[in-house]
Every structure is written in structure tokens, then in C-alpha cells.
């Protein structure tokens, strides 16, 4: 198990590398600066903007020495207890944001990502929590109204895409019927809507994949041997068949970490909320050069070590994959 | 020694009529496919809504021009949809916002069928290393967070299409403007969405190779081109065909999801993602603006994935989503 880690760890390392090399050179070789777009600025403060940001450099020094400053150099990760100092923990720095004088991306991210990630967590939490009882519902009441009716609101969170959906539950709970504010992040009821509505798609493809791993293992020789036994319906259901039938919900966390973190952008765009994913689309107009390199590859890190994640777990459950 | 060839087989003797007596893939598919109510819905209402927004110019009202004395009519029978902001009948702009929609979704996807076949066929085909090497890098690219690269192309590629629509524009051609930002998204996302495609591909290819019809149509001396497109291709066109039905709605759900973002086609252009957009900032006084390009939008996207669905489970085939 260790060495499957250690073996997929060190895969990770360059791909990591081919990200961020591959947003470098895109975000330089694209015409348009981040100090284009505004009215022309005097050549002297032009040359010391360019100075300030390195941007005076030759590419390939720009490229080496920014790699140079995020890549980690030490390891703390104790300071994260006093905020998430990407900088004291691990030394990575991220430099300053062309955009928002005086701020560096590593402040920008300690300020904006944990938001991100609450959001990200609440609604894996709905996901799951709705979903996963849906589906082994459908499963164990199979072909009965119960199971079409939790397929069709399956197939309706599938089809239904968040920002239809968003703004509809805005304007029936918040517009209508006044329960929750349209916008904001303020206090715990203000993380209802956006929760919900991020997580409803995931419930839907979780529900689905439930009910089917569920048929799959409920059709088992040592589910008819659990009965046989005489263990109670509930027992063979919760003990016996559900570890085998979350196989396939297992293996779609990981998609789903991903489609939730990128979700975020819109949602944070339709609930105003102050998050990272809505930072970053922001800095991508704004040609924040510093800002883009920092949230991709943290996105980047953060998908693919959610993802080895899931695959341990996914290992730990089905040994079999080890081998495959 | 006596050398066979394939015209002295007893079934080259046959007709061609006592040949086609078995019932093809295809047939019993479409048996299959006409008793699931709800795939065929879904195909009817697909075929409804795309003749509309295919045949919108020949009766809907005008997408682009302005009536500024009915601004935000409500949906009534002049106006079904009602009107926008700028007095805009809102059906006409569903139908045309369609057409670019539908346009996306199904170039999109032919991008990404085009690519995706022709890698998984290539790296089935000769197997071995180059196979393996293939498909390590589609494993990779697998891991990489696409949307935020689709987003970045978007965004920083935005300035040379305007060029290339300028330039469009000066050589007479004024009414392709926009069409830059259209290929752009044609480009990217297809770029994106051909993984999977190649990994069934390739897999289909790697259990067709082993199969006897194959030694046999092999051991009657085929020729190497013949055995791949008389009889590999043709019995790897399942999957690829749900799989490409499958494809469309995440086409155009990406496509949308881009224009919500900002990152669509301009104004007076519509897609179904960029009148959502406009809706739902708009939609606390005026509903109708958000609620039908959402609805229509929506019941797209269930049609395409019920007919895939149905057209997955007439050709009984075995394949995940992701």
C-alpha cells in the first residue's frame, strides 16, 4: 500500500510540472498584458511596473526563477494553525498580484480559499447525504414507484444545470418566499442555497451509481448466504451489501471534487460569494499573470491529491485494483 | 494443393436476399429502441426542437432588432416568450441562440469524435509500447483541471479572434463577425472532451482484434484495409455512437457554462448559456427572461440524455461515463 502511494506521489510531480510550465508560456505568448488593457501609462512607470514584476527579464530566467519561488522548500505544516500561510508553512511563494496593489496571491489565497473550500465541503455533504440513501432506496425498492420516482429527480438534477438552477431556487426561496438572502456569505443561513444547489448534481450521479452498485452486489451469492444465515434485511442491506455497492460512488469522487471546485466559479459568480473560483475567473479577465499561475496550480494541487486520495480509498476497499 | 479463395465457399453461392435473412445489430437495436417510450420522446422532442431552430429564420420574429416601446413585454400571444430589454422578442432569440448552441454542441463533439477515434484507433491498433505510452499521456491529461484551461484559452485568445473578425469584416465578409469566438469555442472544447472517446475507442479495437471473425476474415486473405473498415469499424460504431450522444449534452453544457461565465459569443448573438446569464440578472422583476431559456435549455439536455441512454441500452453496451 505504501509503495502504491509513494509510486503515485512521484507521478504527480511532473504533471504538476507540465501545468505550470504549459500556463506560464500560454499566459506570456498570448498578445495583451495586464497593463494593456488601462490607459497607456508613462514609458518610466511602465519600465518600473516591468521592473517590479520581473516582467524585464529574459523568459526563460522569468520562468526559472518563478519556479524557483513556489516551489516548496520547507515543510511546517503547524503554521496553518495560525491562518493559511502557504508561505510559512512551506515556502512557497507566489509573489505579488498585478491587480490589487499591495496584496500578494499568497494573501489573496489565505483570504479566499478557505471560503472556497466550505462551500466545496457542504456540498460534497448534501451530495452524499442525499444522494447515497436515494439510490440504495431505488435499489432496494427496485421497479416500485419508489425507484422511478428517485431516478426521474435524479435524472432532473443531471439535467437541470446549476446556474438554471441557482437563480430558480433564488427566486423561489429568497425573492418569493424571503427564507434566505439572493446573495451573500455572511451568516450560517446564507450557505443553504449555494450549497444546495452545487451539490444537487452530484446527488443526482451519486444516487445513480448507488442504485446500480447496489443491484450489482444485491444479485450476489453471499448476499443470498448472508440471507440464508437468517441476518435481517436491514443487516444484509447496511453490513453486508452497501461496502461493495459504494464501489462505483468511490470511484466518482474524484470527478466529483473536480466538477465541484470548478462548479464554484459559477456559483460563487450567482451567490456573490467571496471565493476563490470567482477570484480566479476575475484574474483570467484581468491578465493578473501572478494571481492565474497561483489558484491554477493550487487547483491543480488540490484535484490531484483529492484524487489520490480517493484512489487509496478505493484501493483500501477493493484490493484487487492494485494489481490493475 | 488446392488454394481456397472466398468465392468457393458454400455461402458465396447464396444470394444476397438469403443472406440478410439474420437480423442486423441495427435492426434489433431499433426494436430495442422503439419500446423505451422515453428515448423516443426524447428523440422526437430533439427532432422538434432542432427543425424549429434550424427553420427559425423562415418564421420567427427578429432575433437582433430593438422595439423600444415593448421592453419586457410579458409572455403573451404576440410575444410568446415575451421581450427583453431591448424589446427583443425572446422565442426568436431562443431559437436563434439554439441554433448556435446546437451548432457548438455538434461541432464540438465531432472534434472531439474525430480526435478521440482516430488516437484510440492508433494506439488499439498497434498496441505494444506506443499503446502504452498513449495511453499514459491520456491518463495524465486525465488529472489535469481542463475547465480552467478552457477558460484561459477563452479569456487570453479573445483579442486575436477579434483580429481575425476584423480582418473577416474588412474583406467583406461583415456578416461573420463573431465567428471567431465561435471556432475558439468549436477548438477548445473539443480539445477537452475527446479522452474518453479515445480510451472506448482503443479498447473496443484491443477486444475486436482477438475475435475469430477477425482470424477468419484474416485466414480468407483480406486485405489489412479491408479488415479494418469492412469489419472492425463497423462492429466498434455502437459505443462510439452512444458515446458521442452522450457527449453532446456536456458539449453544450460546457459551452454554456462558458457563456455564463462571460466567455461566450457577443451581443447581438445569442447562445442558450448567455440568455440564462442575462436572465438571471434580470430575473426578480421579469421571470420569463430567465425561466424559458432555462426550461428549453433543460429539456435539451434531458432529451439527449434519455436518447442516449435508450440508444446505450437497444445496443447493449458497457460502458461508463466517465
Avoid at chain 1, 516551489?71 to 509573489?95: I, N, S, V, W, Y
Avoid at chain 2, 491520456?138 to 481575425?164: E, H, N, R, S
Wanted: glycine fraction near 8%; include cysteine; proline fraction near 5%.
Amino acid at each position: 500500500m505504501l509503495r502504491f502511494i509513494a509510486r503515485r506521489f512521484l507521478e504527480t510531480i511532473p504533471v504538476l510540472f507540465v501545468i505550470i510550465t504549459a500556463t506560464f508560456f500560454m499566459i506570456r505568448f498570448v498578445p495583451g498584458g495586464p497593463f494593456t488593457a488601462e490607459k497607456a501609462v508613462p514609458p518610466e512607470i511602465q519600465r518600473n511596473l516591468n521592473a517590479y514584476y520581473h516582467l524585464d527579464d529574459p523568459l526563460w530566467k522569468q520562468y526559472r526563477d518563478y519556479v524557483w519561488d513556489i516551489f516548496p522548500k520547507k515543510f511546517r505544516p503547524q503554521e496553518l494553525a495560525h491562518g493559511l500561510d502557504l508561505k510559512a508553512a512551506f515556502g512557497m511563494d507566489f509573489r505579488p498580484s498585478f491587480k490589487y496593489a499591495n496584496r500578494t496571491v499568497n494573501e489573496i489565497i489565505a483570504d479566499k480559499l478557505p471560503v472556497s473550500l466550505e462551500l466545496g465541503v457542504l456540498s460534497l455533504a448534501v451530495a452524499l447525504i442525499v444522494g447515497l440513501p436515494l439510490g440504495v432506496l431505488a435499489a432496494v425498492k427496485r421497479n416500485s414507484w419508489i425507484d422511478y420516482l428517485c431516478s426521474s429527480v435524479s435524472m432532473v438534477g443531471i439535467c437541470v444545470p446549476t446556474f438554471v438552477l441557482g437563480p430558480i431556487l433564488v427566486l423561489i426561496f429568497a425573492i418569493h418566499l424571503g427564507w434566505f438572502n439572493a446573495s451573500g456569505w455572511y451568516e450560517p443561513i446564507d450557505r443553504v442555497l449555494p450549497a444546495a444547489t452545487l451539490g444537487c448534481v452530484y446527488a443526482a450521479y451519486i444516487a445513480r451509481l448507488t442504485r446500480g452498485g447496489m443491484l450489482e452486489v444485491l444479485g450476489q451469492d453471499y448476499i443470498r448466504t448472508a440471507r440464508a444465515k437468517g441476518a435481517s434485511e436491514t443487516r444484509v442491506i447496511f453490513k453486508h451489501a452497501l461496502r461493495g455497492g459504494l464501489l462505483p460512488v468511490v470511484a466518482f469522487l474524484g470527478p466529483a471534487i473536480a466538477g465541484i471546485m470548478t462548479g464554484s466559479f459559477v456559483i460563487e459568480t450567482i451567490f456573490q460569494i467571496p471565493g476563490l473560483g470567482r477570484e480566479f475567473v476575475n484574474s483570467a479577465f484581468n491578465r493578473d499573470y501572478n494571481l492565474v499561475l497561483g489558484t491554477v496550480l493550487l487547483y491543480a494541487i488540490l484535484i490531484i491529491v483529492l484524487n489520490l486520495v480517493v484512489d487509496v480509498v478505493q484501493v483500501w476497499l477493493n484490493p484487487k485494483l492494485k494489481f490493475e | 494443393m488446392i488454394s481456397l479463395s472466398p468465392k468457393d465457399l458454400p455461402a458465396a453461392n447464396l444470394s444476397a436476399d438469403q443472406l440478410e435473412q439474420g437480423h442486423s445489430l441495427w435492426r434489433d437495436a431499433w426494436h430495442r429502441l422503439r419500446k423505451n417510450k422515453l428515448a423516443l420522446c426524447g428523440g422526437i422532442l430533439l427532432l422538434v426542437l432542432g427543425l424549429s431552430c434550424g427553420l427559425a429564420p423562415f418564421f420567427a420574429q427578429s432575433y437582433y432588432e430593438n422595439n423600444l416601446e415593448l421592453t419586457y413585454a410579458e409572455p403573451g400571444v404576440a410575444h410568446w416568450f415575451g421581450t427583453d430589454q431591448l424589446g427583443r422578442d425572446l422565442l426568436a432569440r431562443v431559437l436563434y441562440g439554439g441554433r448556435i448552441s446546437i451548432m457548438v454542441g455538434l461541432v464540438a463533439s465531432f472534434v472531439a469524435l474525430a480526435i478521440g477515434v482516430s488516437y484510440g484507433a492508433i494506439a488499439g491498433f498497434f498496441g505494444g509500447k506506443a499503446d502504452m505510452v498513449m495511453m499514459r499521456i491520456v491518463d495524465i491529461l486525465y488529472a489535469l483541471p481542463f475547465t480552467i484551461f478552457v477558460i484561459l484559452l477563452m479569456v487570453f485568445l479573445k483579442d486575436p479572434m477579434q483580429v481575425f473578425d476584423s480582418w473577416l469584416g474588412q474583406h467583406g465578409m461583415k456578416q461573420a463577425q463573431g465567428v471567431g469566438k465561435i471556432i475558439l469555442l468549436f477548438a477548445t472544447i473539443g480539445a477537452v472532451e475527446w479522452l474518453t472517446m479515445a480510451r472506448i475507442v482503443r479498447a473496443q479495437i484491443m477486444s475486436v482484434k482477438k475475435m475469430e471473425f477477425i482470424e477468419a476474415a484474416r485466414s480468407l486473405g483480406y486485405s489489412r484495409s479491408r479488415i479494418i473498415f469492412r469489419h472492425m469499424v463497423p462492429n466498434i460504431l455502437g459505443p462510439v455512437i452512444v458515446y458521442t450522444t452522450l457527449t453532446i449534452p456536456s458539449v453544450m453544457l460546457l459551452e454554456a457554462f462558458l457563456s455564463f461565465l462571460g466567455l461566450g459569443v457577443d451581443d447581438p448573438m445569442s447562445s442558450w448559456g448567455k440568455l440564462i446569464k442575462d436572465g438571471s440578472e434580470k430575473m426578480e422583476e421579469y421571470w420569463w427572461l430567465l425561466v424559458f431559456p432555462g426550461a428549453i435549455f433543460s429539456l435539451t439536455l434531458f432529451s439527449l440524455n434519455f436518447l442516449g441512454d435508450g440508444l446505450r441500452d437497444a445496443l447493449d453496451v458497457r460502458t461508463s461515463k466517465d
